[in-house]
C-alpha cells in the first residue's frame, strides 16, 4: 500500500530564516505531487505539483520554490519566511486510476514569528 | 463565481439526526467528484468518490447530478465522531487533471 510522509510535523521560524519541508511517498513509483498550503479557517491552496524528477510547475507566485530531485521525494523551501508564510503545509501525491483521487501526507504546522 | 462552491455551516445538529450538504461547480468540463473528511489540525482524507449512479457507504450517501451541476452527501444517523469538516472536490480535465478542493462544510454533532 502507499504511504507519504512529511516532516517535520510541526516549525516555529522566525521571520526571515530559510525553510525546507520534505514530503516522500512510499509504494508508487513516478507519482504527480502536489504541495498546498491551508492558512487557518481556510480552504487548499495549491502551490507547486510535480509530474516527475525536476518537473516543478507553479501556481502561486511568491517567495517559496520546490524541488523534486527523486522520484518519491518533493521538497518545498524557502530563502526567508514571511509572517504571511505560516499554515499548514500538505503534501499530496494523485493516484492514477478512473478518479484520480489525491492522498495527503499528515502536514506540517508552521508558525512565523 | 468560486470553481466549486459550498455552504461553509458551521451545521449544528443533535445525535442521530440526518443532514446533508451540497456542493456546485461551475465547470461541465468536471470529470470526478470526492468528498473528503477534515477534522481540526489534520490532513483531509477521501471519504468518498461520487459516482454517476450516486453511491452509498454505511450511513454516507453521495449523488452526482450533472445536469444541475451539483453534488450531495447525506450523512444518517449522526455520530459524534462525525463532526468535522466536509470538502468538496472536483476533478477538471482539460487536457491535464486540476483538482479544485471547496473551502469545506463544518459540522458539529452534538449529544
Given at each position: 500500500s502507499q504511504t507519504i510522509h512529511q516532516w517535520p510535523a510541526t516549525l516555529v521560524q522566525p521571520v526571515g530564516s530559510p525553510l525546507s519541508l520534505e514530503c516522500t511517498v512510499e509504494g508508487t513509483s513516478n507519482p504527480n505531487l502536489y504541495w498546498y498550503r491551508q492558512a487557518a479557517g481556510r480552504g487548499l491552496q495549491l502551490l507547486f505539483y510535480s509530474v516527475g524528477i525536476g518537473q516543478i510547475s507553479s501556481e502561486v507566485p511568491q517567495n517559496l520554490s520546490a524541488s523534486r530531485p527523486q522520484d518519491r521525494q518533493f521538497i518545498l523551501s524557502s530563502k526567508k519566511l514571511l509572517l504571511s508564510d505560516s499554515g499548514f503545509y500538505l503534501c499530496a501525491w494523485r493516484r492514477?486510476?478512473?478518479?484520480n483521487e489525491q492522498f495527503f501526507g499528515p502536514g506540517t504546522r508552521l508558525t512565523v514569528l | 463565481r468560486k470553481e466549486v462552491e459550498q455552504d461553509p455551516g458551521p451545521f449544528n445538529v443533535p445525535e442521530g439526526a440526518t443532514v446533508a450538504f451540497n456542493c456546485t461547480y461551475?465547470?461541465?468540463?468536471?470529470q470526478s467528484f470526492f468528498w473528503y473528511r477534515q477534522d481540526c489540525r489534520k490532513e483531509p482524507k477521501l471519504l468518498m468518490s461520487v459516482y454517476s449512479s450516486g453511491n452509498e457507504d454505511g450511513r454516507f450517501t453521495a449523488q452526482l447530478n450533472r445536469a444541475s451541476q451539483y453534488i450531495s452527501l447525506l450523512i444518517r444517523d449522526?455520530?459524534?465522531?462525525?463532526s468535522a469538516t466536509y470538502l468538496c472536490v472536483v476533478i477538471l480535465n482539460t487536457g491535464g487533471f486540476k483538482t479544485i478542493f471547496g473551502a469545506g462544510t463544518r459540522l458539529f454533532v452534538k449529544a
Open positions: 492514477t486510476s478512473r478518479y | 461551475s465547470n461541465s468540463a468536471s449522526s455520530k459524534l465522531s462525525d
